[in-house]
């Protein structure tokens, strides 16, 4: 037996709403300009199928929409659209958005996707190498301490010298004692004044002006391009010369 299409039990269901009833005699006598009948006798609003108020058809648009495997979980604005191309029916948006804040699926696999507040810029004045570490207000000061081993005594071994701008986390208690017993001196940038360290200046504008793009794309591509561009001022400087 064929069973019948999503749009022809649309159709059918059309003769059971009483507004939709009107409309439609009203569109076959001329009187109701916005409304039309298809070839297929489907009534429509601006050549939209029109929706009854019939709740099983409702649920079976809604979900074919957002959860068929040819939909993939759309939100409720990218829903929305793709409804409305078709369909028509009051408070479509509402009901779409409903859907979606109800689907299971949608809340499990909805993780925070935001951007780091910034990104701590480290750069070795020895070898001219950057870091980029991706840095969150939840950072403590025990988090940064764990970072900075990981990511620069590992890799560079403890410094002689630190030059940082004022944050609460390079002026805290912890932080002094940890470089005072690795004989690390700490020097501050002046309040206002960042550009006593140039050169990580210079890459925070180089960051900024990528800020549109992806940021982990960024963090992955800036220290290959760091390289390359220090390596480039250090050939014109030197002339080349090893």
Not at 32 to 39: G, L, P, T
Request: glycine share 4%; hydrophobic share 40%.
């Amino acid at each position: 037996m064929v069973q019948p299409t999503l749009r022809q039990k649309v159709i059918v269901a059309q003769s059971n709403d009483p507004y939709l009833v009107e409309k439609r005699c009203l569109a076959e006598a001329g009187q109701a300009v916005e409304f039309s009948i298809s070839s297929d006798g489907g009534l429509l609003f601006e050549r939209r199928i029109c929706v009854p108020t019939d709740s099983a058809i409702k649920t079976e648009l809604l979900t074919e929409a957002h959860s068929s495997p040819f939909s993939m979980h759309p939100g409720s604005t990218k829903m929305y659209q793709n409804l409305k191309r078709v369909y028509w029916w009051r408070n479509m948006k509402r009901e779409a958005a409903e859907i979606v804040s109800k689907c299971w699926v949608c809340q499990q696999v909805k993780a925070p996707r935001q951007k780091p507040v910034a990104i701590r810029v480290v750069v070795d004045k020895l070898t001219k190498s950057a870091h980029f570490i991706p840095r969150k207000s939840t950072y403590t000061t025990s988090k940064w301490t764990q970072l900075y081993l990981s990511e620069i005594v590992r890799l560079h071994g403890v410094p002689v010298s630190i030059v940082s701008d004022r944050d609460a986390r390079f002026t805290s208690k912890f932080w002094k004692g940890l470089q005072a017993a690795t004989g690390t001196r700490l020097d501050f940038s002046t309040a206002f004044h960042p550009q006593t360290e140039g050169q990580t200046a210079r890459l925070n504008q180089v960051f900024l002006s990528s800020s549109t793009l992806n940021h982990e794309i960024i963090l992955l591509l800036l220290p290959s391009l760091f390289s390359q561009s220090a390596l480039k001022v250090w050939m014109e400087k030197d002339g080349g010369k090893k």
